[in-house]
């Protein structure tokens, strides 16, 4: 069955150091994946995107890796700050059919001052 | 000025009733999408709607119907609400088919 897991529900982290979240998937061909931050009570908003043949993406503080043999993303938080406590959320869409987001099962990150 | 918006915020009703919740968009996309995610957080697409193309996911009920009055607006009525339907239902739009998502703020549906 396909599936997207993100490895832990919950992840508390010092601040100033180094977040890493991780997406993987499993009998899923995507064309690319996006990951998504989501505040308590509020829709995600989108943070970065990622294609196949891409194989980092940075964006200030944040950055994204995509390793299709493992079937991988990691997403990385460096210098974390408590204002990145949130959900974050990767979503895969495929390489095939109506191009929809399928979402994983995110990961609150909690940043302790 | 709101990007993507839906409307209520908070929808309380009996089992059997119907309802609807809408959404606009004024960013100009193409797409636009409903997405239920339930208890567990978890972000599941609903439907997807490009240029009148309506994309449905095979697990939603023929009770869910998502209507397209213009590019802007995608409403989702509801037939016949069960204690299951209990959610927060998003709505988001694309500039393009898979590209990033803008989301709204979320529709708290509670089936009593």
């Known amino acids: 069955s396909q599936k997207i897991e993100q490895n832990s529900e919950a992840l508390n982290i010092q601040e100033g150091k180094t977040a890493t979240l991780t997406c993987n998937y499993t009998n899923y061909s995507p064309a690319y994946l996006q990951w998504y931050r989501q505040d308590p009570g509020r829709g995600p908003v989108f943070l970065l995107l990622i294609r196949e043949n891409e194989k980092e993406k940075r964006k200030e503080r944040l950055k994204v890796t995509f390793d299709t043999t493992l079937k991988q993303s990691l997403f990385h938080i460096t210098a974390s700050q408590p204002a990145d406590s949130a959900t974050y959320l990767c979503a895969l869409v495929l390489q095939t059919g109506a191009n929809n987001l399928f979402f994983g099962t995110g990961t609150r990150l909690t940043v302790i001052p | 000025d709101t990007a993507v918006s839906q409307t209520p915020k908070y929808l309380v009703t009996q089992m059997g009733n119907d309802k609807s919740i809408k959404c606009e968009q004024n960013?100009?996309?193409?797409?636009m999408y409903w997405y239920k995610q339930d208890s567990k957080k978890f972000l599941k697409i609903m439907f997807s709607?490009?240029?009148?193309?309506?994309?449905i996911n095979e697990t939603v009920p023929n009770r869910f119907s998502p209507k397209s009055p213009d590019k802007a607006h995608l409403n989702l009525h509801i037939n016949s609400l069960e204690l299951g339907d209990s959610a927060v239902y998003f709505c988001?739009?694309?500039?393009?088919?898979?590209?990033?998502?803008?989301f709204g703020p979320g529709t708290r549906l509670t089936v009593l």
């Open positions: 709607y490009n240029n009148k193309e309506l994309i």
């Open positions: 988001a739009s694309s500039q393009t088919s898979g590209g990033e998502q803008f």
């Open positions: 960013l100009g996309h193409d797409t």
